[in-house]
């Protein structure tokens, strides 16, 4: 399975998300920390009733854990747009 698919997977998991985008854009850090060891750099935009009256550095921290060892074995940046469904 793609890392990308492993990143969506997890956040569908977790949050139950009613949208939900992964972007890579390692392309755009080549040569970057992070990038030159294999790690990727992905752009997330997620909404989900999870995020309801939850403030945003709460929100990135919920996105963080729901990525579990991804973050460190994956993932060197992740760029987090979540909102709550009446946002």
Known sequence: MER???I???LRDAFDP???RVKDQSHLHAGH???RDGLGHFDVFIVSDAFKDVGRV???QMVYAAMGDMM???IHALAIRARA???
């Open 4 to 6: 990308i698919d492993r």
């Open 8 to 10: 969506e997977q997890a």
């Open 18 to 20: 009613v949208e939900l």
């Open 33 to 35: 920390a992070g990038a």
């Open 58 to 60: 709460r929100r990135h």
């Open 72 to 74: 460190q074995t994956d």
């Open 85 to 87: 469904v009446d946002e």
